[in-house]
């Protein structure tokens, strides 16, 4: 069955309904509710939304233990982002196709295919009759490439645990980091006039170049020293103009322009501070060309505010996860921070340690002809199958 949940569109909560009803005939024990868009998103540290929505749902399962143990949380988000230029893709993006070992379509990787392996975990946990000392909980969220509503209502809701695992896709390495990423609006301002005339005007396109060459020195700036975890990437900050929109008329100078974009956080780098480096950059701006000292380009804060997180490499929890993946497919998995936002930084804030450990290249995730491959599936569901039993205990 293919749910083309894309964020803001009913299929979300259809999703969300869908899996709450075969965890439920899994025999787990199963809570669903609506979430209060409008209550959450009003509370101060809420972090943001892109898109509208109508409702949302929370879906929490558990398999219970003995009681003795601790907890385990398995979550996956739910929602996938929309497919862009369908002529980019070799068929239907939400009619998903095997092609040899892979399966082909928008959220296999981004992380349908994690959600899969934690849920298969479980069933594997059940079918054994293992029974643990600790509760396996899995959690199905919505919204999270928007921001994070579905975790954040989750947390708020007093769902925790003593470890966590996301299973979006990492290739099976373990990513217990995450740089933020925070969403602006810039509003660049030129003066209309005649095309004919356009030397009496200015023009607000022409203005934005200006802009552009003063952010991508910060990106430069702001990644020119960056810690050890995060040196696998040569951009592990990226700022990046994602929209932008100019202009009404084809022979009128321009009066305004508006980008929409985003800005990475260092770890450990408080979103605040982050925020205030990119005003300032574009502050300066003003002491190169006196329109802007005028005229300053206005930032607007909105949408998705990913603050960074980490939980320590050498935490038990990530420690044991790779000694068992280790174990089981005869290689440990590397082990750096991501240079994108996720739902771990909610939950490593709510101080729950949580890593990134999943089924599927992220370079695969949001492009067109996302895929995974089963095998990864599989050999995530068994490595997560493992690790709750050494980590919950068994019960004698
Ligand atoms: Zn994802």
């Not at 230029?85 to 939400?94: K, N, V």
């Not at 966590?164 to 740089?179: F, K, Q, R, S």
């Not at 022409?206 to 951009?235: G, H, I, T, Y």
Request: proline share 7%; aromatic share 6%.
């Amino acid at each position: 069955m293919a749910v083309p949940s894309m964020g803001g569109t009913d299929a979300e909560v259809e999703v969300q309904d869908l899996l709450a009803a075969a965890w439920g005939s899994d025999g787990l024990d199963v809570t669903s509710w609506d979430l209060d868009i409008a209550a959450l998103s009003a509370e101060p540290d809420f972090p943001g939304m892109e898109v509208h929505r109508s409702g949302a749902r929370g879906v929490v399962a558990r398999l219970p233990g003995s009681g003795d143990g601790p907890t385990l949380l398995l979550l996956g988000h739910t929602d996938v982002v929309p497919p862009g230029d369908l002529a980019a893709w070799s068929g239907d993006p939400f009619q998903p196709r095997r092609s040899g070992s892979r399966i082909i379509g928008r959220g296999t990787c981004d992380m349908k295919a994690g959600t899969a392996a934690m849920w298969y975990a479980v069933r594997a946990l059940q079918r054994s009759g293992t029974r643990l000392r600790g509760d396996v909980v899995l959690a199905a969220v919505s919204g999270e490439e928007d921001g994070g509503l579905g975790t954040y209502a989750l947390l708020r809701r007093g769902v925790t645990a003593d470890a966590c695992v996301i299973p979006e896709p990492t290739d099976l390495d373990l990513v217990p980091a995450n740089g933020g990423a925070l969403t602006f609006r810039l509003r660049v301002r030129g003066r209309a006039t005649h095309a004919s005339r356009r030397n009496e005007g200015v023009s607000a396109i022409e203005k934005f170049s200006a802009v552009q060459e003063r952010l991508r020195q910060l990106e430069r700036d702001r990644n020119a020293e960056v810690d050890p975890v995060m040196e696998r990437w040569d951009m592990p900050y990226p700022l990046s103009v994602g929209t932008v929109h100019a202009g009404d008329w084809a022979s009128t100078v321009p009066d305004l322009l508006v980008a929409e974009g985003r800005l990475g956080v260092a770890l450990d780098e408080p979103a605040d501070h982050a925020r205030a480096d990119f005003e300032e950059a574009l502050a300066l701006l003003s002491l190169e060309d006196p329109w802007f000292a005028d005229h300053p380009v206005e930032v607007e804060w909105w949408g998705g505010q990913f603050a960074p997180g980490r939980t320590p490499s050498d935490d038990p929890a990530v420690a044991l996860l790779s000694r068992v993946h280790g174990d089981l497919s005869g290689q440990r998995p590397a082990c750096y921070g991501a240079p994108y936002g996720s739902d771990l930084r909610l939950l490593a804030g709510a101080g729950i340690p949580t890593v990134q450990f999943g089924p599927g290249d992220s370079r695969a995730a949001h492009a067109p002809d996302e895929w995974v491959d089963v095998d990864d599936i599989v050999s995530c569901a068994r490595t997560l199958a493992a690790y709750a039993v050494e980590f919950c205990g068994v019960s004698d």
